[in-house]
């Protein structure tokens, strides 16, 4: 597509439940990057995806996060039994590749958790 | 501490003003500096970019990087009511893929 899309955009669910974030790089990026933003933190990194694989998982604050890649292209993160302190803007980015000149966010998916 | 420091504001100017953002760092390895602007519920977009020290220039925009003090800068000329945005500093090391970015400044151009 034209540029990053993310899914869904807003997102309200209840501590405790599991909750799938989706996004969809530019075709024909090859690397794919998950930030989260809140309120006065800036961005952190969570994970980076080369391809289908994911060199650098670093940024993962616990074991209820994954992400998975499929097809080099729409990226899942995961987080499972959501905290309140989840609550963040999640926002994807891709580049054609490793790229140290800077990438395309998409608009973010806004999650809070009640 | 962290890694990049930015001074979060709010930053607020007559239009026309010329307009002065900054960050701090406190790792050497930091390479590549890059300045994103931010709107409302909107992704950052990539502004300007700079691979280790000094000037670039694009059109009203002037980024400068000085690694012996660790600070980088971004200066808007003839600022908009458009520029109306967050702007976040963000750099790399030279290996690795993640981007380090400040907290971001919050700028309000008034007509």
């Known amino acids: 597509g034209a540029g990053v899309s993310q899914s869904p955009s807003n997102k309200v669910t209840e501590k405790g439940k599991d909750v799938e974030l989706r996004c969809d790089p530019i075709s024909g990026h090859t690397a794919l990057y998950w930030y989260r933003q809140s309120l006065g933190q800036g961005l952190e990194f969570l994970i980076y995806?080369?391809?289908?694989?994911?060199?650098?998982k670093s940024g993962l604050p616990s074991d209820r996060f994954s992400a998975e890649r499929t097809g080099g292209s729409v990226s899942t993160l995961t987080i499972q039994r959501t905290q309140q302190e989840d609550s963040a803007v999640y926002l994807c980015a891709s580049s054609p590749g490793a790229s140290n000149y800077g990438y395309t966010f998409g608009s973010g998916t806004r999650l809070t958790v009640v | 501490q962290k890694e990049v420091e930015q001074d979060p504001g709010p930053l607020s100017v007559p239009e026309g003003a010329i307009v002065s953002l900054n960050c701090t760092y406190s790792n050497s390895a930091f390479q590549y500096f890059m300045w994103y602007r931010q709107y409302s519920r909107k992704g950052p977009e990539l502004l300007m970019y700079?691979?280790?020290?000094g000037n670039k220039e694009d059109g009203r925009f002037t980024a400068q990087v000085d690694k012996s003090s660790k600070y980088i800068s971004l200066f808007i000329r003839d600022s908009q009511p458009s520029d109306s945005a967050t702007y976040l500093c963000a750099m790399s090391k030279n290996t690795g893929n993640q981007f380090y970015f400040g907290t971001g400044t919050s700028l309000t151009v008034i007509p």
């Open positions: 995806f080369q391809g289908n694989s994911a060199p650098d």
């Open positions: 700079t691979y280790s020290s």
